[in-house]
Structures are given as C-alpha cells and as structure tokens.
C-alpha cells in the first residue's frame, strides 16, 4: 500500500511539473521572440506614433525611443540639409564662375595713381581677419560634421577620419568664442557706415557699375556690402546663438529646442558660406585694389573715387588727402604693385 502511495504522488508531482512547464513554455516565447516584439512596437508606432518606456536612470529624455518628432528631424538631417547645402555652396560657386567669365576682374579705371588713402584702421583690419580665419575653419570643420560621413569617410577611411573629425571637433568648439568676439567687433566699429541709406537704392538700380563703365556713388560702404555686414551679424550672431545652445545641451532647451537649435544652425551657416564665398571672390580676384584695402588698410586714389566716391569725397573735405605709395612697395593683391612717385 506505501509503495502504491508512493507511485502514485510520484505521478502527481510529475504531472504538476510537467504542467508547470507547459504553462510558462508559450510566454517565455513570446517574451524573447522578437518578431512578436517587432509586431508590437509597429502597433505601438502606427497608433501612438512614439515609442515610449519606463526607465530608472535619472535622464527621463532617454526613456523615449522614438517619437514623430525626431523622426521629421532625422530626415531633415539626412536628406533636406545636405540638398540645402549643395544648391546654396555649389550654386554660389558657379556664379562666382560666371561672374567671373562674363565680368571678369574690375580693373581699376583710369589706372593707379601710386597714392595711397588709409581705409581701415589697424583694429579693423584685426577684427576682420580674425573673423575670417575662424570663419573658414568653423566652415570646414561644421561641413565635416554635416556632410564629412558621406564624402570625406570612403576615401580616406576610418582611421583617418574619426582623427580629424575628433580634432575638427575640437577647432568647432573653441574657436566659437573669437569668432562671435571678431562678429561683435564688427558689428560695432562698422554699424553706422552700414545703415541703409537712399544711396543704396541708386546703387543696386544701378547694379552696382558691374555693367558698363559707369560706377554708381557709394559711401564706405556700397549696398552689396551691407548686405555682407548684415549677413555676417545677423547669420554670423544666430549660428553663434544657436551653437553655444549645441554645445551646452537641455540648458534652457527639450528636444523640440535642441532640434531647433540645431536646424537654424545649419541652415543659416550654410547661406553665410555661400554668402562669403561671394564675397571672398569680390574682396580678391573680383576686383582689382580691393584686397589691399584689408591688407595693409590703403587703398589707390583711384580705386576710392572710383567704387566709393562719396566716401572719398568726404575724406578730402576733412583734408585726409592721398599720400604717394613708399617707394617699391609690392601689394599681395593679384600681383600689382603700387606705382611709386
Ligand atoms: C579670406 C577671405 C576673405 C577676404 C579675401 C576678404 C576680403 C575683404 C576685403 C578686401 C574687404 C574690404 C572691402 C572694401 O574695402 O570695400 C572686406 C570687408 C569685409 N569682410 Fe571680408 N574677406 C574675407 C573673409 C571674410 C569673412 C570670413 C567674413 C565674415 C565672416 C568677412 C566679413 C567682412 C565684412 C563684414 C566686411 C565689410 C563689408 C564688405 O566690405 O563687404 N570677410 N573683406
């Protein structure tokens, strides 16, 4: 009788377990097949269009996976930007082409007189320099960051580019801060020569004497230059508003902020290097004695009346007469050289 007790609480616990078993078997299927996990998160995708969960670590912006609005961003990221970039960057490269295909160097007109006028100030010209140094670094560096994955990664492999875009990395960081230094700077010591005037109007009906031989009137500065002064510190200030906003994140922002941030911050600096390249191409090859005026801040007598008359008119009035170029000076500026007296 014991025995058969025995056997027969043998077949019982034999049975629980064997239920026990078959019981849990399909939800411990279900819990690590991952199709059924993918069915779930495409339900959860297709009704709530987020994918959000409960998490422990104190930063509950990592609890969400997936929302609309990040997907709207990546794709913002991934395709419009570098669309933007390439119509804006190579566009401006191929007018500057035509530009100077058709219009070719303004040369000066009637020739130099070998007598020099002081244009900017030695502090000008520091400010300037200094914004274009930074500016074409955070410009190559940032088009590293935006488009260095797609074009620079495949030719020169992984090694080397995970070296200079760490080190890129680094140039975008800190060289912020003079950039937005040489932007304040000039957007004081040039403010009042750039005002908009009546004279602007005349000048950009006029195309800017770039047909024909007529040179409109302009001031310090033409309308084609207020409008580099005010891309420089509108754009240059709002990338640099929104880069400190990238480099300190969620201080002061959410995601929807940082998104933003980031958006302006590219589409912006992506016009201002279309906008400069532009301008590069004016202060150098387009037109004859322009460089020089940045370099060594002196400018011909006849590039002054020529392309600034009303400024050089006021000059002589204040009695800042042009003085002869020092005897066998050689200016960087296309290869010409002042004229010595
Ligand atoms: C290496 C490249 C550059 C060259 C060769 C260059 C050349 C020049 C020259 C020659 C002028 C004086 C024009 C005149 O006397 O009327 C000038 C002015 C100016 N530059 Fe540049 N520049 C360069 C880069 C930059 C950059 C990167 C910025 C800003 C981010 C900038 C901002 C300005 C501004 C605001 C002015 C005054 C307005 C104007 O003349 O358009 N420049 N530049």
Redesign the pocket.
Same mark, same amino acid.
């Given at each position: 009788m014991a025995i058969l007790l025995r056997h027969v609480r043998f077949i019982a616990m034999a049975l629980a377990l064997a239920f026990i078993v078959v019981a849990s078997a399909p939800t411990r299927a279900q819990h690590v097949n991952p199709t059924a996990d993918a069915v779930k998160e495409e339900q959860l995708l297709g009704e709530l269009k987020r994918i959000t969960g409960e998490c422990t670590i104190p930063d509950q912006k990592a609890c969400t996976l997936e929302q609309p609005a990040g997907r709207d961003w990546r794709h913002f990221h991934g395709v419009t930007l570098p669309w933007i970039g390439a119509i804006a960057i190579l566009g401006m490269i191929a007018l500057v082409v035509v530009f100077y295909l058709v219009i070719g160097t303004v040369r000066m007109s009637p020739g130099r007189t070998g007598r020099l006028m002081l244009?900017?100030s030695a502090f000008e010209r520091f400010a300037?320099w200094m914004?274009?140094v930074c500016? #074409?670094i955070l410009g190559l560096t940032g088009l590293n960051i935006t488009f260095g994955k797609q074009l620079i990664l495949p030719l020169i492999g992984p090694e080397a580019f995970s070296t200079i875009s760490l080190w890129g990395k680094y140039a975008h960081n800190f060289l912020s801060f003079p950039f937005t230094l040489s932007?304040v700077l #000039?957007g004081v010591v040039?403010l009042r020569a750039?005002l908009p005037s009546r004279v602007d109007i005349e000048w950009a009906m006029q195309g800017g004497g770039f047909i024909g031989d007529k040179h409109p009137p302009a001031d310090l500065?033409n309308a084609?230059?207020?409008m580099?002064?005010w891309g420089?510190v509108l754009g240059?200030g709002l990338v640099a508003a929104t880069g400190y906003l990238l480099m300190f994140p969620f201080y002061g922002t959410e995601i929807l902020g940082m998104q933003l941030a980031e958006i302006v911050h590219a589409v912006v600096a992506l016009l201002?290097i279309a906008l #400069?390249i532009f301008?590069?191409y004016?202060?150098?090859v387009g037109e004859e004695g322009?460089?020089e005026?940045?370099w060594d801040g002196t400018?011909d007598e006849t590039w002054a009346k020529q392309?600034?008359s009303i400024w050089y008119d006021r000059e002589i009035s204040k009695g800042n007469v042009p003085k002869p170029a020092p005897a066998g000076e050689v200016h960087p500026a296309v290869g010409t050289a002042h004229a010595a007296e």
């Open positions: 244009r900017f300037h914004a274009a500016f #074409i932007v #000039i040039w750039n500065f084609g230059q207020k580099v002064y420089v240059g201002l #400069i301008h590069v004016m202060g150098s322009a460089f005026a940045m400018v392309h600034h």
